[in-house]
């Protein structure tokens, strides 16, 4: 039989190649995708990806594939290290991008993955993801990308966590990410089985599952593999194919059998040995050893693990070529398919496995592999002191790079053989607390604090030194925290702290003392300036400057509820002065140092510190960090509330609309600031996605609190642009239920849900509930989560006369007074809402009759909205010009405008009509009256009279009659 190594032509796939296509088109004009292509081992998702690479490499394509290998999950990142691998030419532009990005240069071979600046654990991933999208972007940039990972279901779980970030972070980037995975793999507890539901799920990803082939077709590709006798394709093509069930390995497989015999074996593992019984010993053997390398391996290595001689060898090996068993590569061989490397490596004898697996053991590690792979061939060896040192260090690699679920596991496995190895510490140069103390710490950094605890709790009893008690505690109490578990960690915290000796400080002492500052922060603020004080004092006396940065950080967050601006603004000053050694706590300290300035009025000096640490965060790859993403969205607020919409726009258009994670929902509920301000369609297709983040859990049954107060405090205002009070109330309400009673933001949200009761909510108890609501916004403006707020920043207190002017307008008491300070309150930077509220204080002073004082006002906030493309903002001035007949003030193209709430124009055009008073209009011009409408609308009859009054104001007409005029003669523009 004739080696089967030539492509073929791809048969019965043209529906699963169209769709694959069209995931290269979208990438090439601008919009990434990913495909996930699934089926049974040997179906044929190589050879559709392999067509679908082909195509992409014709168009320009830069492409890059991974090999995920079945190494038992501990290798991490293996397929981004074989496509980085692959991509290192010299002189190509990927390698030219690869440069700037030395979180990536790290994992490559012979690189130090603990080079200077390299984080480690939970920010050492964070620093790899944005390093990989970074890379990504900058090589699309040139040319569009193809991004290949193979098998998907061998992938170790920071693989798998890779392709989830990458799925929901790529958007306009022109990146096409491609997996195949085997579906007859994915048991009912496999790993890859959550992450394919939850990505199947977004409209970005494109799902293909491979179905067997037709009879026909699989007939028609036998047929086009040349190099089989004619005469056996005419007797025994009907019998293979319809064995085969439609699979094309099986089915070539098969035909190969039928070609060396008369009987074709009856599993397909039997049929995959027939070909290999028929090789000669020499060569069989050499292919037994091949399949203990796993799927592919290199030619000086397998010449050693066989001990053959070179001539001997490459007998061997053109034998095992010429049969279709393996295929060659740069560096060696590769078995043609996974299933016969599976099917060899089952057949071997137990012993011969062990003893193979010890023999790469050695040639590996003479060779300064992989600690990882050393491990698991070591592991398979029965090799335990070897298995335990390459564990240990396989576990310190893997948090070097940013792999901490593959760190947990190693560290995990170490401890398991930990007793059954005699002088294990001289072997590993440490001992089994530090191991057990770094499996906690990864597997926290990997998310998984429950197992963190645990496994600390576990360690707990065995411990008799103070120091190690004091560090164990510490931790527990620490992951605690983070997790909000909650249970145990004030108790934690305060063991820690007190078994520690009398003594000079120590960072051990300051971060225990930090530690349990952080958890009594939900108790009283005086015991935790006190217990911040003595960690701050500890750390610098023991030099522990991560620790003094941190409790200065938290001497400024309780000053913020107790202090005055002052005493925080100095407080955070020193903890950025004080470089920690920690990016992630450096960065956390830049983010509030901003947020302060920036909620105190001082934005030019918000700003500045925002775009210098967004620059760090971008340079050392943490732009996606926890505290890397707050500050770009803190940069939004600062250009959103100085009136620089444009540039908050293009930020903005940054936070992706299709979230599936609570950090992805934070940022994406900022962009609605920008969006409804500019009254854009794009905001129903945010909210739509961020509408599950605003229910309760399942898991745990608690709902996303920020997404609540951002998303539907701002669905709120949408609600009422679109003349729809009683949904903004209900909105309103859900967020004060959310809000702690002390939070300041339920200010803003008080003074939202005081506007939709001045339009005309909640008739029949409007008085009682605008009672409630201002009530509640003067408690939290006076009053923290520790006792008395000294002060309140400007913005607040903006928001507090806001308020208190529309409870008056709710109960018809409104002064112009009011109104006025409102507006010079939010004039300490604030133009949007400053302009908000000179329209009101505009309708204050008309219905005051001081007209001319009314249209002054007017002016400079048709001037603003104008400016800042405030859509519904300049679309309510024009209504009360109209009925103040200012006359109609000149309305350039906002900026922003959009979709159905475009611009419009002057008064008598439907274009000035808002979506939801089209379709009143509609019913009017019909005859019905405000309740039918309001049954078919499902709004309530009072909402209806207030669409009916502002649309009668825009029109310029005084009747119902005469706005059903005006919408029959422009029927076609009512209908769009």
Known sequence: MTPRTARTALIGRSGELDRLVRVLDAAEGGLAGVALVGGDAGIGKTRLVTEVRDLAEDRGFTVLVGQCAELGDSLPYLPLVDALRGAAEPGTAADDALSAWPALRRLLPGA???????????????????????????????HPVLFVFEDLHWADRSTRDLLVFLTRMLQRERVAVVGTYRTDDLHRKHPLRPVLAELQRLPLVTATELPPLANDDLAEYLATIDTTPRSVLGNVIGGVVERAGGNPFFAEELLAAAAMCDRMPGTLSDLLLSRVEALPDQARHVLRVAAVAGHSVDHDMLRDATDLGEIPLED???????????????????????????????????GERTRLHGTFARLLAARGAAAAELAHHYQAGHDLPGALRASVEAGRLA????????????????????????????????????????SAASAAAAGDYRR???????????????????????????????????????????????????????????????????????????????????????ARAAGARDAEVSALISLAIVEEATGTVEQVEALLDRATATRSGDLSIDLRAAFHQARVRYEHGELDAAARTADASIELAARTGLTWSTYGTDLRFLQFLIHYASGDWDTAERVAAGFGVRVGMPAEAHLSSFALFIEVGRGSDAADDRLSWLRPFWKADERDGQADYLVIYMARGLAAEQALWRGDPETALAHVTAVVEALDPFDPGLIRICATGLWALAEGAAPHDARERADDLIERARWSAVNGPYGPRLELGPEGAAWLLRAEAEWHRAKGTAEPEMWRRAAHAFGFGFVYEEARSRWRLAESLLDAGDR???RTEWSRAVETADRLGAVPLRRALETLGLRARFGAAHRPTPAGGTGGQGAGGGGGGLDALTSREREVLEHVAAGLPNREIGKLLYISQKTVSVHVSNILAKLGVASRTQAAAIAHRQGAALGE
């Not at 070529?321 to 057949?347: C, K, M, P, W």
């Not at 593959?406 to 590993?428: G, K, M, P």
């Not at 007190?498 to 603020?525: C, H, I, K, N, Q």
């Open 399 to 438: 948090t070097e790079v940013g792999a901490p679920a593959e760190a947990h596991r190693h560290f995990d496995r170490a401890l398991e053989i930990w007793e059954h190895v005699a002088d294990a510490e001289r072997l590993t140069g440490t001992n089994a607390v530090r191991v057990a103390l770094s």
């Open 452 to 538: 963190a605890v645990a496994r600390l709790r576990r360690l707990r009893p065995s411990l008799d030194d103070p120091l190690l008690i004091s560090e164990t505690d510490e931790r527990i109490a620490y992951y605690l925290t983070d997790s909000d578990l909650g249970a145990g960690m004030v108790e934690a915290a305060r063991a820690a702290v007190d078994v520690l000796p009398p003594g000079e400080p120590t960072p051990l002492l300051a971060r225990a003392l930090a530690t349990y500052a952080r958890a009594m922060f939900a108790t009283s603020g005086t015991t935790v300036r006190d217990l911040a004080t003595r960690a701050l004092e500890a």
């Open 112 to 142: 130090d993955p603990g080079a200077a600046g390299a984080a480690a654990g939970a920010l050492a991933q964070q620093q790899l993801f944005g390093s990989v999208l970074g890379f990504l972007s900058e090589l699309a940039e040139g």
């Open 316 to 350: 061997a090996l053109r034998e095992i070529v010429s049969r279709g068993l393996l295929t060659t590569n740069r560096s060696g061989y590769a078995f043609r398919h996974a299933l016969l490397q599976e099917a060899v490596y089952d057949d071997l004898l137990p």
């Open 852 to 854: 001319e004082a009314a």
